[in-house]
């Protein structure tokens, strides 16, 4: 069981791109989930995992199944109703945990329900480590680390296209919240405002965007202090997402990744200094994986800062966490900093 990573929701689509990718770097796999006919059939590709049916509201069956692993991996959506119940599992066990949480409500409530306790274990908790919410978190870190107040940090999200996942929808429907942004350094209601267009360079171009917060809003400001932070969504994406005919995504290659392109900009003020950050790829739903690999890794080879409930931006060093990715899944491009006119 050395080095096992218990993997709940595993055949859901991000989580079998995080298991390829576990699997191709050695690690030993318990594949988990409520579906155990599923789990039969995903394990004909990985015979060496071994796999453990699990529901969540049968606390037995999880502990039963994460028993012995260093680390929990949650793909399981909506996190609204599986964080809670697979984060008390792993205190009972004093075993890490990481989701892929892009709802706000569900990262806030981890954060506020479960910070004391995690910290007690001395297990680290960390929601949020996925395209969105995470990946964000990373890269305004990386390009304020020299700045203890920041003025704004601004997200934007350009998707060629948004083929959602059954889980993308479940959330969607599940999720009914207040959307919250940070201003005047706390956490306020979004207030409605008209698109704006951002040019977000070859290949997405000239999109319209609107302001659509999501989980990084509340993961960058658990630790940075900003005045004001915001997140703004390609409007052509969000109208795929709508669009209630919009077919899941293809597998185009070798890694089964869509052809999917995005382009995810991180712009911070401070003063009358303007510093902008680009993070660019193909497929949202497999780039999560190199982002849950290497905090896997990070955590097994004791690069924790701090235990309790955390961010991948807080718990890491950002920069060389983002340096150390293949090219091939993101690449990182930082603008050198302007004056603001």
Request: with cysteine; aromatic share 8%; proline share 4%.
């Amino acid at each position: 069981m050395e080095n096992s990573i218990a993997i709940y929701g595993a055949y859901g689509h991000t989580g079998k791109f995080i298991t390829a990718e576990l699997q191709r770097q050695g690690y030993k796999l318990i594949l988990s989930g409520r579906d155990y006919e599923k789990l039969l059939y995903l394990q004909q590709q990985y015979p060496d995992s071994a796999i453990k049916a699990a529901d969540i509201s049968d606390s037995k069956s999880l502990d039963e199944a994460f028993f012995g692993t260093k680390v929990i991996i949650n793909c399981a959506g909506p996190f609204l109703d599986t964080a809670e119940p697979v984060i008390q599992s792993a205190l009972r066990l004093g075993i890490h945990y990481i989701d892929l949480s892009a709802e706000q409500k569900a990262v806030l409530d981890v954060f506020e329900k479960f910070s004391e306790k995690a910290k007690s274990n001395k297990i680290s908790v960390i929601p949020a480590v996925a395209f969105y919410g995470g990946l964000a978190d990373l890269l305004s870190t990386a390009i304020t680390k020299d700045w203890d107040t920041i003025d704004e940090i601004n997200v934007y999200i350009g998707l060629d296209s948004w083929h959602p996942t059954k889980g993308t929808r479940l959330t969607g429907d599940r999720n009914h919240y207040t959307r919250l942004t940070v201003k005047d350094s706390r956490l306020q209601e979004l207030q409605p405002s008209t698109p704006i267009q951002w040019d977000f360079k070859n290949p997405i171009g000239i999109k319209d965007v609107v302001a659509l917060p999501l989980s990084e809003i509340i993961t960058i400001s658990r630790h940075l202090k900003v005045n004001s932070i915001n997140t703004f969504l390609s409007q052509n994406s969000l109208d795929d997402l709508r669009n209630a005919e919009t077919p899941e995504p293809k597998p185009t290659d070798e890694k089964n990744r869509s052809s999917q392109l995005f382009c995810l900009e991180v712009v911070a003020t401070k003063d009358n200094t303007k510093r902008t950050i680009l993070a660019q790829g193909q497929d949202i739903y497999a780039v999560t994986a190199p982002l849950v690999v290497e905090t896997v890794n990070r955590m097994l080879s004791g690069k924790l800062k701090k235990t309790g409930v955390t961010t991948i931006g807080e718990v890491f060093d950002a920069s060389d966490f983002l340096q150390s990715l293949n090219e091939d899944d993101i690449t990182i491009s930082v603008i050198e900093e302007s004056k603001l006119k």
